[in-house]
């Protein structure tokens, strides 16, 4: 099935709306900065967000100005996030390609981003709704904190599930449910159609990002990421936790240890991994993947207009199924 196509369907013109403003925000006249964004435009990815956004609007009224300007501004702050998530990260590969740090250095990845953050607030401004501005200034403290908080963790001796979830649902599903909420509000759907926009936004991004780290249990032939790259990055996903936390097997423990502090090897990682999936791991982040489904699915029953079930639905397998 071409999920993509689906989930367009209904919103054709007004993706391509987006698109247009978007390539456009990314642009500049001259120099170093315009050779940088000129590397981000080149690796924009499949625009899930922008799309969900629109669908929001569109589930509740009309696609307008403010919807455009809001999902602009919402995906240029997701674009500097990850420039800045990069730099933190010491990442030199963003979606196959070299990141903006890996590229230039950091000082510039930095102040790249910083412009893209200062674009986006211009988008807002555009909006002139102070709800957006309030909506888009939460969305920034919240990525910034989980980011804090995931580096945090490494010195947590535990291996926390509820730590897990706090990371994910501010560094990941906090965008979806932002796109959502904004969506719903830039048409004045009711404050009761926004929560529940809201918390159909989490639990596609809960998913999003369960099934994103599933991944690194798996080859690069397979998948499209390293294996173990979260793990030689430092951080501990859904599986491993899962394992660790039902077993009394210290050998694995002290690996997962090793993780945290950056000594652990690419050999350590293999084992770690296996042990991950030997422990039932990946089916246990599935189960949960299950669950948020199940309530994303409650919503499209319920809240969805008849007309664009089908690209609902279809955003949710996508995100379920999709492989990389």
Excluded: W
Excluded at 105 to 131: E, M, P, Q
Excluded at 197 to 225: C, H, N, P, V, W
Excluded at 265 to 273: F, K, P, S, Y
Excluded at 274 to 298: L, P
């Amino acid at each position: 099935m071409d999920y993509l196509s689906v989930i367009k369907h209904p919103i054709e013109s007004d993706f391509q709306e987006f698109v247009f403003r978007f390539q456009g925000s990314l642009s500049h006249s001259y120099g170093l900065l315009s050779q940088a964004l000129e590397h981000i435009r080149q690796r924009t990815g499949k625009q899930m967000r922008p799309m969900l956004t629109l669908l929001s609007a569109k589930n509740y009224g009309e696609v307008s100005d403010v919807t455009q300007n809001a999902a602009v501004a919402l995906e240029l702050l997701h674009t500097a996030s990850l420039i800045h998530d990069d730099v933190v990260d010491e990442s030199s590969e963003r979606r196959g390609q070299s990141s903006v740090n890996a590229s230039y250095n950091n000082k510039v990845a930095v102040l790249v981003g910083d412009y893209i953050l200062s674009t986006c607030i211009s988008h807002v401004a555009k909006t002139k709704d102070h709800r957006v501005l309030q909506y888009v200034a939460e969305l920034g403290m919240t990525l910034a904190s989980g980011e804090i908080l995931q580096l945090q963790n490494i010195n947590n001796s535990e291996f926390s599930e509820d730590v897990y979830y706090q990371v994910i649902r501010q560094k990941t599903a906090a965008l979806f449910e932002t796109c959502c909420g904004m969506g719903s509000l830039s048409v004045n759907a009711s404050e009761e159609n926004i929560k529940k926009a809201k918390q159909f936004g989490q639990d596609l991004g809960m998913i999003f990002q369960i099934r994103d780290d599933i991944f690194d249990y798996y080859d690069s032939t397979e998948i499209g990421k390293p294996t173990g790259n979260d793990m030689a990055e430092g951080k501990l996903t859904l599986p491993v936790i899962y394992a660790l936390n039902h077993s009394d097997f210290e050998p694995m423990k002290s690996l997962a240890r090793k993780v945290k502090l950056g000594t652990i090897n690419v050999d350590e990682i293999a084992v770690l991994v296996e042990f991950a999936k030997q422990s039932g791991g990946i089916q246990y982040a599935e189960r949960m993947m299950d669950r948020y489904s199940q309530k994303a699915k409650t919503y499209i029953d319920n809240c969805v207009k008849p007309e664009l079930k089908e690209a609902y639905q279809a955003y949710l397998e996508y995100v379920i199924r999709r492989k990389m």
